[in-house]
């Protein structure tokens, strides 16, 4: 029997874990679910996930605000590792590292056994290196620097609050961006791409900031 794992990366409960779970297992914010969840907008009982011939199926349980996977209005709905889930104001990330990890890997072998590849100038089809390196990139996140240790309250508070920003304007990016699943691609408008090359920006003024104290942002 398959193990889940469900990570709340947006809401009242971001941050938690639920690792582990022995399907079926239900989403609600009502005592008794598998997952409760302190969010008005989620039904007392709003969705349930459950094994059936090989596969993790999502059903929403006749919720008020419904269940969107990958930005997407669902009923009934086979779900993949890497999956975002999204019920009432909460976004939960379905799978762990290690099985999001192996999902990236299929999709690096699709790309090498040609199904994604760019065109060259002689006219030959080649891998997209822009991609490649994309998708070996991602296999470096289950490996984050750590935290540093003993900081002062003031500092904690300090980071804490660099953290919730970029955490709210990278979730502005999640929300806006638009997934083709057969094609294995997401497309997103030019504000959040413009949103997407600002927090680029600002993380490099920062990274200079604190290597160049001296230094100090236009902005």
């Not at 975002?84 to 990890?101: C, K, W």
């Not at 070996?136 to 980071?159: D, G, T, Y």
């Not at 919730?164 to 791409?193: L, M």
């Amino acid at each position: 029997m398959c193990r889940l794992t469900l990570r709340v990366v947006q809401g009242a409960d971001r941050g938690r874990i639920y690792p582990e779970l022995k399907p079926p297992i239900s989403i609600g914010r009502e005592e008794g679910n598998t997952i409760q969840l302190n969010d008005e907008r989620i039904s007392r009982f709003h969705c349930k996930i459950q094994e059936d011939n090989d596969h993790l199926v999502l059903t929403d349980l006749e919720s008020t605000n419904g269940t969107r996977v990958n930005g997407q209005d669902c009923q009934l709905r086979i779900l993949r590792f890497g999956d975002i889930i999204a019920v009432g104001r909460s976004l939960l990330l379905f799978g762990t590292s290690e099985q999001i990890n192996a999902r990236v890997n299929e999709g690096l072998t699709a790309v090498e056994e040609g199904m994604l590849v760019s065109k060259t100038d002689s006219g030959d089809f080649d891998l997209d290196p822009g991609l490649v390196e994309s998708i070996r990139a991602l296999r470096e996140l289950n490996k984050p620097p750590e935290l540093p240790e003993r900081l002062s309250p003031s500092q904690a508070a300090q980071l804490a609050e660099l953290f919730e920003y970029f955490h709210a304007r990278i979730g502005e990016v999640v929300n806006g961006v638009n997934i083709n699943e057969k094609r294995s691609t997401i497309s997103v408008d030019i504000a959040t791409w413009q949103l997407i090359l600002q927090l680029y920006s600002r993380l490099s003024e920062l990274i200079r900031g604190i290597s160049d104290p001296d230094f100090r942002s236009p902005n």
